[in-house]
């Protein structure tokens, strides 16, 4: 398997609070994703990078942030958490050219 | 906009028979990607196959093969002598690829489960 974390694995969390979730890869690949994956929508991404500092909006960005500071890790944000927001969020990697590796997915839970 | 329609919620399947999920996409874009992704209950996303736009010749991966009309936009998967294991989501995904990274459009999926 690629080696990529996510974490955590779950998290439940309360309307209003922020909510910072890690990816972190071993694989040194040049891209990253976030998706959410929702019953009867399949994953839709939310944010991708394409290098440090290098990010760019998916189709399902607004309420969420990301930042890559090193090559390794990217993080998303929910500044301030919403119900809507409770899903399955997976993480995922590629090298230039090369297929996505995914992530084991976060479940997050927004009461 | 790119768009990936699975039009089968669910399916079932007997053990060591035949099944076959359907994809259909929509794409003004000549060169593409399309991919099949299964989706077991531990979660894990797994790549089934992948297949380049511009090749002619259908993917294959041991039992699971796919039938690819550019044309008509189609994007089938076959699974032969299907296996209790087989029993998961699958999902079609669609990709331009840009600069080298594949930002993949999913499907709503369909829900596979082979029976004894």
């Known amino acids: 398997d690629a080696g990529i974390t996510q974490s955590p694995r779950h998290k439940v969390t309360e309307t209003g609070t922020p909510v910072t979730l890690r990816c972190h890869q071993t694989e040194n690949h040049r891209y990253m994703y976030w998706y959410r994956q929702d019953p009867g929508h399949g994953l839709r991404l939310i944010h991708y990078s394409y290098g440090v500092k290098d990010t760019d909006k998916g189709e399902v960005s607004d309420g969420y942030s990301v930042s890559r500071s090193k090559t390794e890790d990217f993080l998303l944000t929910l500044e301030s958490a919403t119900s809507s927001q409770t899903s399955v969020y997976f993480c995922?990697?590629?090298?230039?050219?090369?297929?996505?590796?995914f992530g084991s997915g976060t479940q997050l839970s927004v009461l | 906009a790119q768009t990936v329609t699975q039009s089968q919620p669910e399916m079932s399947v007997q053990e060591a028979e035949t099944v076959t999920l359907s994809c259909t996409y929509d794409?003004?874009?000549?060169?593409?990607?399309l991919f099949w992704y299964k989706q077991p209950p531990s979660r894990q996303m797994i790549l089934v196959i992948r297949?380049?736009?511009?090749?002619?010749q259908n993917a294959t991966e041991n039992r699971f093969s796919v039938n690819f009309q550019k044309a008509a936009k189609s994007f089938s998967l076959k699974i032969s002598d299907s296996q209790l294991g087989d029993t998961a989501m699958y999902f079609c995904a669609f990709a331009l690829t840009q600069g080298g990274s594949e930002k993949l459009v999913f499907g709503k999926g369909t829900k596979l489960t082979v029976n004894p």
């Open positions: 794409t003004s874009e000549n060169n593409y990607y």
């Open positions: 297949q380049e736009a511009y090749k002619q």
């Open positions: 995922a990697i590629s090298a230039v050219g090369e297929k996505l590796f």
